[in-house]
């Protein structure tokens, strides 16, 4: 039996199981807000389920590649990203408790009015567009190169595979397989580093030792995850839904554990990327490596980026249904609920065929919402309502500018790769602060 055989019984198996196992919601509450007996999740439930829904296969993929690229550097540059689930988890915990507020929509409608909330939900519309095609192309990599009848086919394959039990369940089937699904990646990454760590010319030392600190070679790009994570995750459904299902005090918990263990599990997936650089190795970290240490290792990190793609694939299934059903109040039956599923599906699938960038999805998406920053980090000041449009319109100026790289080099003062991003962020973030307190001074 080939290897690519083996990789084809993993998602056969894994989705069939998935979703023998996923409970089929009957209420608009299971489906929606993954109420089950009554009960929300836990803190260890929705811990679990934060990190491995972010944990996806283009985050480990990214953080393999960047390891290969900076050393460990590049991974705990990717890692700064997590520092969004700290952001969010105390914000959000305010928004909630003095606020009053029960969603992220709700909030934006009382205090900016109908048009903001409409603007805002083409932002993550456009956010959940992105995560379908940029996962399932590492799905697809596993099994033929870009553009090969396999690699379409796997897609295609593991797209309706994990689609048909999130139609199954809703938001109550995704957070109930992302407990299964955290629990295999961290046994399947242990097995991993164990393979990795035990090669008698690669040490701690080598790991510690492996990247240089300077803008150049990771850090323009650790401080552009910083910056980007006080409005990243302002504009991710799949983690602000998952904020509002538990108490105040249970989501605060889940999001502060869940930023510093999801970081550490990035850093950890990093250690095979900085392997791969070791040995001198080209291409995807994670893929090269798996062939190096023969069928075995392969398919266990193939099953890691299944686990991570479906569980992540499955919760922007769900988000784009609850934005749809109950933040735009279109029609809250399940039935609507699981038509917007199968459409996100479809559409998101689209740029598959027109060979998009993986990285970019996260760079330029983050990039384009920076605008979110002060709407969110001074959620409590009065403002205008003119504010929120500055900024943000603001903010996506400043990520078309990034995408058709014009910004001035003259206001670029690091060298080295990401460092255009760094200070489009950084001028983009400062303009956008300014111009939403703007309205403020002027009204005084």
Not at 23 to 40: C, I
Not at 163 to 185: E, N, P, R
Not at 254 to 266: M, Q, Y
Not at 322 to 346: C, H
Request: charged share 10%; glycine share 8%.
């Amino acid at each position: 039996m080939s290897v690519l055989n083996y990789q084809w019984a993993l998602i056969i198996l894994s989705s069939f199981i998935l979703f023998f196992l996923s409970p089929l919601a009957k209420t608009t509450d299971q489906f929606f807000k993954a109420v089950r007996k009554h009960k929300a999740p836990n803190t260890f439930i929705l811990t679990g389920s934060l990190i491995i829904s972010w944990i996806f296969a283009k985050s480990i993929t990214n953080a393999a590649n960047l390891g290969m690229d900076f050393g460990i550097v590049g991974g705990l540059a990717y890692a700064g990203y997590y520092l969004s689930f700290a952001v969010a988890g105390l914000l959000i915990y305010k928004i909630r408790t003095q606020g009053g507020f029960e969603s992220i929509h709700q909030f934006l409608t009382t205090k900016f009015g109908k048009g903001a909330m409409a603007l805002f939900s083409i932002l993550i519309a456009i956010r959940l567009f992105n995560e379908v095609w940029s996962n399932t192309m590492v799905i697809g990599s596993y099994f033929g190169e870009m553009g090969s009848a396999n690699y379409y086919w796997a897609i295609i394959v593991f797209t309706l595979l994990t689609l048909a039990y999130a139609i199954k369940g809703g938001l109550s089937s995704s957070i109930f397989t992302d407990v299964i699904q955290m629990g295999l990646f961290s046994v399947l990454l242990i097995v991993i580093l164990w393979n990795v760590l035990s090669v008698d010319n690669f040490t701690t030392k080598d790991i510690i030792t492996s990247g240089t600190w300077s803008f150049e070679l990771g850090l323009n790009l650790f401080f552009a995850a910083i910056i980007q994570s006080f409005s990243y995750p302002f504009h991710d459904p799949v983690l602000t839904d998952r904020a509002f299902i538990s108490s105040p005090k249970v989501t605060r918990k889940s999001f502060l554990w869940a930023s510093v263990l999801g970081a550490l599990c990035i850093i950890l997936f990093s250690i095979i990327g900085v392997y791969a650089h070791t040995q001198g190795m080209k291409g995807q970290a994670a893929v090269e490596v798996g062939k190096a240490f023969g069928i075995v290792v392969l398919l266990v990190i193939n099953f890691i980026m299944i686990t991570s793609a479906a569980s992540t694939l499955d919760s922007t299934f769900s988000s784009f249904s609850k934005l749809l059903a109950i933040d735009l109040n279109l029609n809250k039956s399940l039935t609507f609920g699981r038509i917007s599923m199968a459409l996100i599906a479809v559409l998101g699938t689209i740029p598959v065929f027109l060979n998009a960038e993986i990285l970019s999805a996260t760079t330029v998406s983050g990039t384009m919402v920076i605008g979110l920053t002060p709407v969110f980090m001074f959620w409590n000041m009065k403002v205008p309502k003119i504010s929120f449009y500055l900024s943000v319109i603001c903010g996506l100026i400043f990520g078309f500018i990034l995408v058709f790289e014009i910004f001035p080099k003259s206001l670029i003062f690091t060298e080295g790769k990401y460092a255009e991003l760094l200070w489009v962020n950084i001028w983009g973030i400062t303009s956008c602060i300014i111009l939403y307190m703007i309205p403020k001074w002027i009204k005084k």
